[in-house]
């Protein structure tokens, strides 16, 4: 409900003057919007079609291509069998009868999943679980692909688009959604923010297993209020069975699948298409209880083959638990990979590369983060306290220096010395493009906005001189004639102003994506910000500095106006900041021994190992069970 605007009594003789300036602030935000005028119907649209193209072949790039082909689960097509469990979610308007009826039912074989999604029609929500590795993000990404293809055919689906719940620290969801939008996906805030309101998606939720214990109650709770808020938005989320059987709340979906075991059969199978010897393997797994579990887990079915490939026989492993089997699994496994052959040679030692791994994978652990973005790095990966004191002393004296050089030798010292003590995270700034059609309708905008408050002004002014001198026409033509010739000079600064922040604009979706591109583009930026705001700081003093100084005095104001203004412009604006605090952490870290310089280059060399895989800009690890075996692991 909106509150009374009316004044306090105190502020009666000032009604007239605060009317004026509201109507006068419309005119301009009335005037604001005439770019619209600009613009055609049909470019939007086009516009429209582009983003919707962009998102889809991004997330067909970063989780088809990039995770889903080349998945370990790939090598031997395993058809996993599927369980309808609608007992694992509260079902709208369920029936407790039907209910226990279909509680627990098996799906016939070859069931796919997106039958099973599309048949449950517009706003459709469905619940994936299954036991680590048993194939629960194979199966979303097999989903997402066959959707991605539906929604190319026809531009009135959804764009599926994967998203993982790690990240999320307790905000509405429709906030989160649009932040993960932006950075994973680099897609701008307004249009985000256009397709979740508008439900032009579909969420694909990964991981709500992988959420902080502390909030994956509230996540769920948060995902059900979006949904009933979104009646029509299509939903799915995956989560380990053993997790989620745990939370007090529950999903209020639709339905829910769990992915079973594999069976004897489908173990054969998969053993009977490999090139080893399949009678061996099958009777380690046979006599040994342990490895029989295991081995009706695809992801630690692959690692028993591949441990055995190495050892040439795991008759003789003796471990006494599941836990020292896996260790061991994955122990094999990273051996394994560090002496495949690649293209890209071994320039990383052994020791090195777990090291680094280990520390990534603690970090991702502590951070809950389940794709690494090499811009997301912040000072609290500085282990070492003698380090963490380092950085904040680096950025005091780089602080004290700039504002010394930019503001003075007292004032700018200090407040320099201030900013840098107490930095802030480092936030890289957003991708920025030039239009040149933009930057012509700001012009016009912003002229023509001082041109019609001078007429408002002139007017008044007219109004008031042909009432004093008794000559109302000629005090209207000297004031709608005289105040726009005066304030013509303001009118070209304001529109250059105004040209230059519509001239410059953020990608609605950038088509690439690469590591480490958030600093890239900030420094980009930086130096675009720092030369447009050089050159109109300079231009606005020229236009203050009275010409009847001398022109030395003039010039010298215009250089160091502009390098002054250039410099906060690029700091503050163009994200000159970040980049220089993401250099000294990142400087840190590599003298520290916790990460090599070149971060993306030793990630790509880890990926060719089979220890990550690449996600667009960013780095997953093969699977959470590795993640977790790497955070556990003790390197010297």
């Not at 969420?203 to 029509?232: H, P, W, Y």
């Not at 298409?273 to 081995?295: F, K, V, W």
């Not at 990966?381 to 904040?392: A, C, F, G, N």
Request: aromatic share 10%; glycine share 8%.
């Amino acid at each position: 409900m909106s509150q009374s605007s009316s004044p306090p009594p105190h502020q009666t003789a000032n009604v007239t003057d605060s009317s004026v300036k509201g109507q006068i602030g419309q005119a301009g935000r009335d005037l604001w919007q005439l770019q619209v005028l600009f613009g055609g119907e049909q470019e939007r649209l086009q516009q429209a079609q582009q983003n919707r193209q962009a998102l889809i072949d991004k997330v067909r790039n970063f989780w088809v291509k990039g995770v889903l082909e080349k998945s370990l689960h790939q090598q031997v097509l395993i058809q996993l069998d599927l369980e309808n469990r609608t007992n694992f979610v509260d079902q709208p308007f369920n029936i407790e009868l039907v209910k226990s009826a279909q509680a627990q039912k098996k799906l016939p074989a070859g069931t796919k999943i997106v039958d099973l999604f599309n048949d449950l029609g517009q706003g459709c929500t469905l619940l994936i679980l299954g036991e680590p590795g048993a194939g629960k993000t194979i199966s979303l990404l097999e989903l997402a692909r066959d959707l991605l293809n539906q929604a190319e055919q026809d531009v009135n689906r959804p764009i599926s688009v994967v998203f993982n719940l790690a990240s999320w620290r307790g905000q509405p969801l429709s906030d989160w959604l649009v932040q993960e939008l932006q950075e994973k996906y680099q897609v701008s805030k307004n249009l985000g923010k256009d397709w979740v309101k508008q439900e032009k998606l579909t969420l694909l939720l990964d991981g709500l297993d992988e959420v902080r214990n502390d909030l994956r109650n509230n996540c769920t709770l948060a995902i059900n209020e979006f949904i009933q808020k979104n009646g029509s938005t299509n939903a799915v989320v995956c989560s380990r069975v053993g997790d989620y059987e745990v939370l007090a709340q529950k999903l209020k979906f639709q339905d829910s699948i769990l992915i079973a075991s594999l069976t004897q059969e489908q173990i054969r199978f998969y053993l009977s298409h490999l090139d080893l010897n399949q009678t061996e393997l099958e009777q380690a797994i046979q006599h040994n209880p342990i490895l029989q579990n295991l081995a009706r887990v695809p992801l630690t079915l692959n690692f028993l083959v591949l441990a055995f490939q190495g050892e040439a026989n795991l008759n003789y492993l003796q471990r006494n638990s599941e836990e020292e089997y896996l260790n061991y699994l994955f122990d094999a496994y990273i051996k394994r990979m560090l002496f495949r052959r690649q293209t890209r040679s071994k320039i990383y030692s052994d020791q090195k590369t777990k090291l680094w791994l280990s520390f990534l994978a603690q970090k991702m652990m502590k951070e809950s983060q389940s794709i690494f973005l090499i811009e997301k790095i912040q000072p609290n990966w500085l282990v070492s306290k003698k380090l963490r004191i380092t950085y904040r002393l680096i950025n005091i004296l780089i602080g004290i220096i700039f504002g010394w050089k930019i503001i003075g030798p007292k004032i700018g010292t200090f407040a320099g010395g201030a900013v840098g003590a107490f930095s802030s995270p480092i936030t890289p700034k957003a991708t920025l493009k030039w239009s040149w059609l933009r930057f012509i309708r700001g012009f016009l905008i912003g002229f023509l906005a001082i041109l019609a408050i001078s007429l408002i002004l002139g007017f008044v002014q007219g109004i008031l001189i042909g009432v004093r001198e008794e000559r109302l026409f000629l005090g209207l033509a000297a004031g709608l004639i005289g105040a726009p010739l005066r304030n013509f000079d303001l009118g070209v600064i304001v529109g250059f102003v105004v040209a230059f922040f519509l001239g410059f604009r953020g990608q609605e979706v950038e088509k690439t994506s690469y590591p480490n591109q958030g600093i890239r583009k900030s420094l980009l930026n930086s130096i675009i910000f720092g030369f447009a705001f050089g050159i109109m700081g300079g231009i606005l003093v020229g236009f203050a500095v009275p010409f009847a100084t001398n022109s030395a005095l003039l010039l010298r104001s215009v250089i160091i106006s502009a390098f002054a203004i250039g410099a906060i412009g690029s700091l503050v604006i163009g994200g000159g900041k970040a980049c220089i605090q993401h250099l000294i952490l990142r400087c840190l870290l590599s003298l520290g021994g916790n990460t090599p310089w070149n971060y993306a280059q030793f990630l790509d060399y880890a990926t060719e190992r089979i220890f990550l895989q690449k996600v667009g800009g960013g780095y997953i690890f093969v699977h959470r069970l590795l993640l977790e075996h790497f955070a556990t692991m003790q390197t010297k």
